[in-house]
């Protein structure tokens, strides 16, 4: 069973910045990849960013290109597995609101196929 733990930081304004963290662990040898993933309103999810658990492969969501930077601190305890990511995005938009959700992917840039890892956490970029 993953446990997973999200915190927020940064000034959530347009313009600003938001920093986000996501501690993991239990998962599974076989997740390739790390991030987040949002969604929206609608209930529709968007992928964000990913890391390749353990590499140097990012990718990141149309959305965000160019604006975000995925970061991770890989340590592997005895017996379990555990992987802390780290999301900045810059520059912020009204359009980057919604929740964010730390996810593990089967594979960095497959955003459909992702399991849910944490709560998520609501982000409302205010102009």
């Known amino acids: 069973r993953v446990q997973a733990v999200e915190s927020v930081g940064g000034s959530v304004q347009v313009g600003g910045s938001l920093n986000l963290s996501c501690t993991a662990s239990?998962?599974?040898?076989?997740?390739?990849?790390m991030g987040w993933q949002r969604r929206l309103p609608n209930g529709d999810s968007r992928g964000v960013a990913a890391?390749?658990?353990?590499?140097?492969?990012?990718?990141?969501?149309?959305?965000?290109k160019g604006r975000a930077t995925i970061s991770q601190d890989n340590t592997k305890k005895t017996g379990q597995l555990q992987n802390t990511v780290y999301l900045q995005i810059d520059n912020l938009k009204v359009e980057d609101s919604g929740v964010y959700i730390c996810?593990?992917?089967?594979?960095?840039?497959?955003?459909?196929?992702?399991?849910?890892w944490g709560q998520g956490i609501q982000v409302t970029v205010s102009s």
């Open positions: 996810a593990g992917f089967s594979a960095c840039g497959n955003w459909y196929d992702w399991d849910k």
């Open positions: 239990g998962y599974s040898d076989t997740v390739a990849c």
């Open positions: 890391t390749y658990i353990g590499g140097t492969t990012k990718v990141y969501g149309d959305s965000v």
